[in-house]
């Protein structure tokens, strides 16, 4: 499906720098949700169904269908004693409590910074307030979200235009939550355009966007400032690599989104003196490392990492899987 495709040789032999973001790649919500399903598949024995892509990336979903996971839409597609993994993005509350009226067996791998901003839902509606959610519509994310209590409860905000449009019943009493995988200088613009419409709105004090995609966005722009072409390895539906394309891009840079190696344009490659690449948060290394051998067989390649944070999150799985080794 992949083919690598063949290199002229009018497009080798000249140097390139490669300019490696660090960090990138997998995060900790990403690698603890693989190994639900890979711990879920030892635990109950295949087929485990996964509702939604457990991460936005096929080479990680075909990886999982290989040793027994199968992926689907939506809980009425999976059998009722078979157990089935929610995706690292979040369901909303309607899934887990048709899970359980149903009697399955469930693994929720909703990433706990994701859950984080779930419980915020629930805390600023309990207090009466009336929440904004700053995201993109139909991601499953703001779907998860916006699910946590009932419809109609929050308004969903996506631009500075929306925030300037925003009609409010009762502006002392908002909140405002966010999707964890913005542009963090985007959303600073949506949150200060809503402080200056309704000064009242003083909770939270920040936004949700995660450590992950802020440090791989602050890396990016880093690597956007000295680059000539940045390769960001991910897939279309990914928002936090989808970011990363857009802040390379606001920096000057020209930018392009690769699933992998086989998907790269040389012809925008060509001319490029240095070129920096990156990794969206569901991304595996593995596929960095295949553009980068892609480059080398074309280039003399020279690759230099360039790091603006060191991370060392780790999240635990959850108790049902925790003694499966
Ligand atoms: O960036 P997205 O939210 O679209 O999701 P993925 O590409 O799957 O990355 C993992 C993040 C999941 C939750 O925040
Ligand atoms: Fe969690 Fe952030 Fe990774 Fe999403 S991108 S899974 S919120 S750590």
């Not at 979040?90 to 067996?105: D, H, I, L, T, Y």
């Not at 631009?159 to 909140?175: C, I, K, N, R």
């Not at 690599?241 to 920096?251: H, T």
């Amino acid at each position: 499906m992949y083919d690598i495709k063949p290199v002229s040789a009018a497009e080798t032999n000249s140097d390139i720098r490669i300019l490696l973001a660090n960090p990138r790649g997998f995060c900790a919500g990403v690698d603890r949700a693989i190994k639900i399903v890979e711990l879920a598949i030892k635990k109950f024995g295949a087929p485990v169904y996964v509702r939604h892509e457990i991460v936005h990336n096929r080479y990680v979903v075909e990886g999982l269908e290989a040793i027994g996971a199968v992926f689907v839409d939506e809980l009425d597609e999976v059998p009722a004693d078979a157990p089935v993994v929610f995706s690292a993005h979040g369901v909303p509350k309607s899934v887990p409590a048709e899970a359980e009226k149903r009697k399955m067996v469930y693994v929720d791998a909703t990433c706990p910074l994701v859950s984080k901003v779930h419980r915020a839902v629930e805390r600023h509606q309990s207090s009466g307030r009336h929440i904004l959610m700053i995201g993109h519509e139909g991601h499953p994310e703001v779907i998860g979200t916006m699910g946590q209590i009932a419809e109609g409860s929050m308004s969903l905000i996506e631009t500075v235009e929306d925030a300037e449009s925003f009609m409010a019943d009762d502006p002392a009493e908002l909140a405002y939550v966010t999707q964890t995988t913005l542009s963090v200088e985007d959303t600073a613009d949506i949150v200060s355009t809503l402080e200056r419409r309704f000064p009242e709105l003083t909770n939270p004090k920040k936004e949700d966007i995660c450590y992950a995609t802020t440090n791989r966005q602050v890396a990016v722009k880093e690597v956007a400032k000295q680059a000539d072409r940045v390769i960001v390895i991910g897939a279309p539906n990914s928002s936090n690599s989808m970011r990363l394309v857009e802040v390379s891009e606001k920096r000057g840079c020209s930018a392009r989104l690769v699933q992998r190696a086989a998907d790269i344009d040389w012809a925008w490659v060509k001319g490029a003196k240095t070129i920096g690449i990156t990794a969206g948060a569901s991304a595996p290394e593995v596929l960095v490392e295949e553009v980068i051998e892609a480059l080398k067989e074309r280039y003399n390649a020279n690759v230099e990492l360039v790091t603006t944070a060191e991370e060392n999150v780790v999240f635990k799985v959850p108790p049902i899987l925790k003694d499966i080794t």
